[in-house]
């Protein structure tokens, strides 16, 4: 569901049963509040990493 405009599109859950055998979860934390935009970068920090 997108949180902007509530609509919902059930494509993402055919490709989560697809590509996931219907398992996902995210697992994320904010570490610093700020906007976020398509095209931002974005860095991978596995929970191992983490501190």
Do not use: H, K, Q, S
């Not at 700020?34 to 970068?41: A, F, K, S, T």
Request: overall charge neutral.
């Amino acid at each position: 569901m997108d949180p902007d405009t509530l609509e919902r599109d059930p494509e993402v859950l055919r490709d989560i049963g697809r590509r996931f055998g219907g398992r996902l979860a995210l697992n994320a934390e904010v570490t610093r509040p700020g906007l976020v935009r398509v095209g931002d970068p974005v860095t991978l920090v596995r929970a191992r990493e983490a501190g």
